[in-house]
């Protein structure tokens, strides 16, 4: 039995091995999780939630660079772990500037302006910048040529930054959404489809009243009950998911316990449990992954459309539906990268998933050689 398992594992990974799409969406998936526990490594802002604003350089196009100092902050903060995965807490001043003078006492700055016309002049002591003992020292040290790859949003932030670390917010809720709709849907359609009867009416009666409620109406109201905030927009897509998983499942133990070796497990006298768990479920859960990968992509899709209509991730955090959100009158202002470039990101996630979720099929179809 464990040989015949073993090929049939070894057949659906060498069909899913010549599906170029599928190997293709793998690889660019595997890239964005990669991304996502490293964001704060690879983002060049890598405050907490890259919320480094700087007013005067707001909604600057892909490209734009300009010099920077940077003023220590007074408060010393200890650097760990949790920093490289979470960012910053405390995070140094950071100032565009035009131009700037050396002066005994200090350094003299212009601060940055779009037309490139002399800025406010501000003056900043020597005793601000730690570990020099001369200004002609500051320069070298604190003032950077800073280049913002995807330009920045309304608030001067880095975009890149923010797309960076917002990849975790779309990942998280596809995995925690459908890691419930999963323990959910299958508990449910199991116990519906093995056992019948009144069980099966009473789950299937659930099944069909939730699956008559619109989904994003049902998340609102989910998330309206429990509140605005990042793990409750978890829970209500996870909890809106179920259904279509549960209804497979059901279709499939349906046909599988009629199957003679689960006749046979029940004249040896096992549990519903062990039968349930050890013979229906893994002849049954094929479909099911397929249907995980789509699923991916519809609650990464309802996350975004929550944040866009500001009950999904709160701001600071940042999150692509969030930045659509708060960008997409700059498309008829002559900025329309703002908004386009969160809106590419989410629909390449989104297509990967289908992708891969269309190659899996093709790879357990057993009719398929």
């Not at 707001?58 to 949790?82: C, W, Y």
């Not at 100032?95 to 800025?119: A, H």
């Not at 040290?141 to 975790?168: A, Q, V």
């Not at 999963?182 to 069980?199: D, E, N, Q, R, W």
């Amino acid at each position: 039995m464990d040989q015949v398992s073993t090929s049939l594992t070894r057949q659906a990974l060498r069909k899913f091995s010549r599906n170029f799409w599928g190997v293709l969406s793998l690889i660019f998936i595997s890239l964005c999780v990669l991304t996502a526990i490293f964001a704060y490594a690879l983002a060049p802002d890598d405050s907490r939630n890259a919320n480094q604003m700087h007013l005067s350089i707001h909604s600057k196009k892909p490209g734009f660079s300009v010099q920077m100092l940077t003023i220590p902050n007074e408060v010393a903060d200890k650097r760990g772990v949790g920093d490289f995965f979470f960012g910053k807490k405390n995070v140094d001043t950071e100032i565009p500037i035009n131009d700037y003078t050396v002066l005994e006492e200090g350094i003299r700055i212009s601060e940055y302006t779009t037309d490139g016309t002399s800025g406010l002049l501000k003056t900043y002591p020597l005793e601000l910048f730690e570990g020099v003992s001369n200004a002609e020292e500051i320069p070298a040290r604190y003032i950077t040529e800073r280049n913002f790859t995807l330009g920045t949003d309304k608030y001067g932030r880095d975009l890149l930054s923010r797309m960076l670390i917002g990849i975790r917010i779309s990942l998280a809720i596809g995995f925690v959404a459908v890691f419930i709709s999963l323990l959910i849907g299958i508990t449910l359609g199991a116990i519906a489809g093995y056992f019948g009867g009144k069980v099966d009416a009473a789950i299937m009666w659930l099944i069909n009243v939730t699956w008559s409620i619109p989904t994003l109406l049902l998340v609102i109201a989910i998330t309206l009950a429990l509140g605005k905030g990042f793990w409750q927009v978890f829970i209500a897509v996870g909890l809106t998911m179920w259904v279509e998983v549960a209804r497979v499942v059901r279709g499939q133990v349906l046909g599988v316990k009629q199957m003679q070796y689960v006749t046979a497990a029940r004249a040896l006298g096992y549990t519903d449990l062990r039968i349930i768990l050890k013979h229906i479920l893994p002849n049954a859960l094929a479909p099911v992954i397929i249907i995980s990968a789509a699923n991916f992509a519809g609650a990464i899709l309802i996350e975004s459309g929550l944040s866009f209509l500001g009950i999904g991730a709160q701001p600071p955090m940042p999150s692509w539906g969030g930045i659509i959100k708060d960008h997409y009158a700059y498309i008829i202002l002559g900025k329309p990268f703002l908004a386009v470039i969160p809106g590419l990101a989410i629909m390449s996630l989104v297509t990967a998933f289908m992708l891969i979720g269309n190659a899996l099929r093709d790879a357990l179809d057993v009719r398929t050689t």
